[in-house]
């Protein structure tokens, strides 16, 4: 510190001295000042920093784990509305019984010049464009196994309606478009069946979770698809238990009709 204040004083001129007591006691203070101000900067700006930066990591780890949960609840909610109406829109298409493909293979056989058409949606699901395909480990553990199931059956379901419009299928000889068809309704009765068992683990994990809302079931009784007069309450099916029953009945009266139709 001394050199340095003689150094400053003869910057300024002050290059003789007779004593060097002034230099000593001057050198002393800014020694004392410089350790001063230093504690001073310690105390309030690095032990601050030292103390407070594990707690605020904490907190923000915490932030960013309940906003990933919220974010598993929403996409995983999302799901499972994509599935539910993917199921009711297939069971518009293809009715519960196996009457409209006998109907069908009668109407091909009379005439090789038919085949008959279906109105759908041939893009990807959009949830599963849009989330699952990009993060499917945002799913909780136990429904990552039944969301890949649902999802792989879907793309090959909608395979078979893409192929409903195809060239190569409408050209083919009357014996193999039967097949064809036989195969797209046994592959829709499939999936189907299919949804109503991942609807039955997402309930679950719903009504577990209270992530949200469960989707509507009463229209299945309304439209005639499953008979459920002996578990429906005045509230409709709202009881998770009913529900189930209802999916598991779905789930065995179309996995018969697939291999009825597959047969």
Not at 29 to 54: D, E
Not at 102 to 112: E, L, P, Q
Request: charged share 25%; hydrophobic share 45%.
């Amino acid at each position: 510190m001394r050199k340095i204040v003689e150094t400053i004083l003869e910057l300024f001129g002050f290059d003789k001295f007779e004593s060097g007591l002034f230099v000593e006691l001057l050198a002393r203070h800014l020694t004392v000042y410089a350790l001063i101000t230093f504690i001073v900067l310690l105390l309030t700006v690095a032990l601050p920093i030292i103390v407070t930066r594990p707690i605020a990591d904490r907190f923000d780890r915490r932030a960013k784990a309940r906003e990933r949960q919220e974010r598993v609840q929403d996409v995983t909610l999302a799901v499972y509305h994509e599935i539910f109406f993917s199921m009711k829109a297939a069971l518009g298409s293809f009715a519960g019984d196996k009457a409209a493909l006998d109907d069908i293979v009668r109407k091909m056989s009379a005439d090789t010049s038919y085949f008959p058409h279906w109105t759908f949606d041939d893009s990807e699901p959009f949830v599963y464009e849009n989330y699952v395909k990009k993060d499917i480990a945002i799913f909780p553990s136990e429904l990552i196994g039944t969301t890949v199931e649902f999802y792989g059956l879907a793309q090959f379901y909608l395979a078979y309606l893409k192929d409903t419009r195809a060239e190569m299928v409408l050209n083919l000889p009357p014996h193999r478009k039967i097949n064809f068809i036989k195969t797209l309704f046994s592959s829709a009765f499939e999936y189907i069946e299919t949804c109503s068992t991942v609807l039955v683990a997402y309930e679950h994990w719903i009504s577990t979770s209270k992530a949200g809302a469960l989707s509507d079931l009463d229209w299945l009784v309304e439209k005639k698809l499953t008979d459920e007069s002996g578990i429906i309450g005045e509230d409709g099916l709202t009881e998770l238990a009913d529900r189930r029953k209802t999916y598991q009945r779905l789930a065995e009266k179309f996995k018969k009709l697939a291999e009825e139709a597959a047969g």
